[in-house]
């Protein structure tokens, strides 16, 4: 197998691996708002919102010692230990309790930025200037896949039930838990980064090797990489991304736990409010696939660049928005047990609904293809630093909007998404045209980014 066969397949694997554990994760973030009501009448007193909070304020607290543990440990030992306590988190849920489930929020934020710290880094290894935006998308496009399949299986198994039974509970998360723990599994056929050099590199793979064996070496790496991060996050690059990076934050919490819940609360839905829960989760997934697909295939034949897409991605998203706000009740996201009989600005639609979830999807992957895409790009040499500043952004912001997702009326959440989404769509335009002229500069295409 030719070294870029090798670092194609490492691609593969990693999507496939992310495909398992966030088939089971994301589909516990659709469902669990909604689980969490039915549990409330019991001992159990936790809250669906508060624990993402809890999640992704840890998380971006994680990610200023994410590139540390990474160079210490490696990309793929960091990954395998990650997806066991993601697998503990959904465990939870089998058998719930108030303290063991916010506990296991605090532990799976830590988990998250080593996981995805290590992502980054073993993408932006097995990639070059001219493979890093296919790669992307091509990862993005089976991450997305786990929204396909987990929310599938809700769509059938809760059809016409209006109650969450504990016996159906523990069913579907027995079955996510065991899926995540297949993930974690997958990650050991990962080929590790001496094995995807070239023959000619095999001794500086070999003296790196030797060196990493030692423990001075490895707390040097560690605190070199702690400091590539504070002084990277201070670029001006990384600053105008990070506008870009806030707004990913905000939608993604929006589409994998808050959209899902607004759904499940409309009465007027009828029997089917529950199952089209999952119904909304598949046609997110189609959307992500379908854009991670695209943009990963043609990211060859693109002679404009970036900046298309992410118009593409806001436009979109700025259609579904117009639309949800139209169609759903504006107390939908902080509706009792009981749901709302509320209507908005027309009567409730199913396929409205399940509509937008398509374009949040497809407008979320133009998003997160170009920045995982332009990352990878710009920071080659330090892209555990890089993806860690990346994940600290989006994360500290995703954890706010969980945190006012259980307060604000829908339209606040929509405005709030609005203005930060057209700030970051306008900066992070300004850092892809200063590339373009770095590369032009450089004498390379254009076009093959």
Partial sequence: MSPESKKLFNIIILGVSFMFIFTAFQTCGNIAQTVITNLNNTDFHGSGYTSMSIIYGVFSASNLISPSVVAIVGPQLSMVVSGIFYSLYIAVFIQPA??????ASVFIGIAAAVLWTAQGSCLTVNSDENTIGRNSGVFWALLQSSLFFGNLYIYFAWQGKTHISESDRRTVFIALTVISLVGTVLFFLIRKQEDT?????????????????????????AVSAFKKSIKLSFTKEMMLLSVTTAYTGLEL???SGVYGTCIGAVNRFGSEEKSLIGLSGIFIGVGEILGGGIFGLLSKKN??????VVMLGIVVHFIAFYLIFFNMPNDAPIAPMEGTDDVAYMIPSKEVAIFCSFLLGLGDSCFNTQLLSILGFLYSEDSAPAF????????????????????????WQLLIMVVVGFFGTITFFAVEWKAAADLVARGSDYSSI
């Fill in 98 to 103: 108030t303290w063991t489930f916010y506990t």
């Fill in 388 to 411: 860690a500043i990346f994940k600290f952004v989006q994360s500290i912001c995703a954890a706010v909007a969980y945190f006012y997702s259980n307060y604000f009326l829908l339209q």
């Fill in 303 to 308: 002679r404009f660049g970036r900046n298309p």
């Fill in 253 to 255: 919490t929006f589409f």
């Fill in 197 to 221: 050099k070239a023959p000619g590199e095999e001794d500086s793979a070999n003296e790196t090797l030797e060196d990493s064996s030692s423990a001075q070496n490895k707390m040097t790496r």
